[in-house]
């Protein structure tokens, strides 16, 4: 076994493991007990590549980026998840755990969400397979995110405001907690990211595998010749695009691994959440991870000009990738994502989600040589984010 997988008491290094109240441990240890037998059967993975075909419309492309690489002096490569079903990646992983609550004889479904972006991946799946949809969300998202609780309700989902705490997604977090320990029999709780206790990370990081499973193969037939790339680059949020952007390339050491994180109005001002760089080791949503908290432990509310990123902790695979050196981990601001949003656009008519742009604005960070190529995530469109594209730009 890979030394970058999680072992099997559900740890990457001292990071991940499963903190949770103890009322809770029954349904995560259902869940560990039966989450790798489901997704190595053959029946989950006929079923589950069958709709990342015919109803995500994967594979996503790999797309050379020409004007880029004029630009940038190397090979810019794009991995289109974008072109994904609903518009981003989180499709691949609600789609592959709804099938695991399936299996496992669950009839209802419960997320918690910030932006909506997970919610409505979730409302969507619930849709598909008829089966009954809760969305916890702070109150103070609700009333942010209108088009996407505009969404998750056309598609029969009913979302529940959380009105404790500051009324975002750590509230919504642990109402939603609380609702699947008062309903352990017939509810799933399906999380958004490669965060969470074990098996969570483990089993997202594994639903999220099949952008680097394709981006590897399409590589080696687009690219005359090469092997591998010398970069793979994602932006960093909780981190589950990147998880599956780097996973077939974990054991090939010689591909550069880069994560980006959103530094927010500056790594060194109050305004960030760059929770690797700027934050230190603790234990959120039942793992142990980094996060950006207080001296005393209080978690600090993170900011970015990009929702999706906008998250105080990040999956414990990151936090022990990053320390062991696999993973190089740098952070764009909110203007350097803008910058770098108009720049696709305008070089090669893509329109990315502002998370994704962070991705982006990572390449002027790296010292590119000639030939190099650089595969670049695309976790998402950027339709969500014309308000602010709107207002930044005067459009
Ligand atoms: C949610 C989201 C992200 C951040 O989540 P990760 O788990 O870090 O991938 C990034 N990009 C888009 C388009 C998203 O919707």
Not at 2 to 30: A, C, D, I, W
Not at 130 to 152: L, S
Not at 295 to 319: F, N
């Amino acid at each position: 076994m890979s030394k970058y997988q999680v072992n099997n008491n559900g740890y990457y290094g001292r990071f991940g493991g499963q903190y949770v109240p103890e009322m809770l441990y029954p349904n995560v240890e259902t869940l560990r007990h039966s989450y790798l037998d489901i997704i190595n059967s053959d029946s989950f993975q006929k079923e589950y590549k069958e709709l990342l075909k015919n109803y995500v419309g994967r594979p996503t492309p790999l797309t050379l980026a020409k004007r880029m690489s004029a630009e940038y002096n190397a090979n810019i490569w794009l991995k289109r998840e974008d072109c994904a079903h609903t518009g981003a990646h989180k499709i691949n992983n609600a789609i592959g755990q709804i099938l695991i609550a399936r299996h496992m004889g669950k009839t209802r479904i419960i997320a918690e969400t910030g932006a909506g972006q997970h919610g409505v991946a979730t409302a969507t799946v619930c849709a598909m397979f008829g089966m009954k949809c809760a969305v916890y969300m702070g109150e103070v998202d609700i009333e942010r995110q209108a088009p996407n609780v505009a969404r998750m309700k056309m598609l029969g989902a009913e979302v529940i405001p959380a009105v404790s705490g500051n009324m975002t997604l750590k509230d919504a977090t642990n109402e939603a907690l609380r609702d699947w320990i008062s309903n352990p029999e017939d509810t799933f709780y399906l999380i958004g990211s490669v965060v969470g206790p074990h098996p969570y990370p483990d089993m997202v990081a594994k639903l999220q595998a099949i952008i680097s499973e394709e981006s590897k193969s399409q590589f080696r037939e687009q690219s005359g010749g090469k092997d591998l790339p010398d970069y793979v680059v994602a932006c960093i949020g909780g981190g589950s695009n990147a998880a599956g952007s780097f996973y077939y390339y974990l054991n090939d050491e010689n591909v550069r691994l880069i994560a980006i994180e959103a530094a927010g109005l500056g790594l060194n001002s109050k305004d960030t959440a760059a929770s690797i760089s700027r934050g230190s080791e603790g234990i959120i949503h039942g793992s142990r991870t980094m996060l950006m908290q207080t001296d005393d432990g209080q978690i600090i509310e993170p900011y970015s000009i990009s929702a999706g990123l906008d998250y105080p902790g990040v999956g414990p695979l990151h936090s022990f990738l990053s320390e062991c050196g696999r993973e190089t981990v740098l952070a764009a601001t909110d203007q350097e994502a803008l910058d770098a949003a108009i720049e696709l656009t305008r070089l090669e008519g893509i329109i990315p989600a502002l998370e994704s742009a962070h991705a982006l604005a990572g390449l002027r960070k790296l010292k590119l040589k000639k030939n190099d190529n650089v595969i670049v995530t695309i976790s998402g469109r950027g339709d969500k984010d014309m308000a602010t594209y709107m207002n930044r730009f005067n459009l």
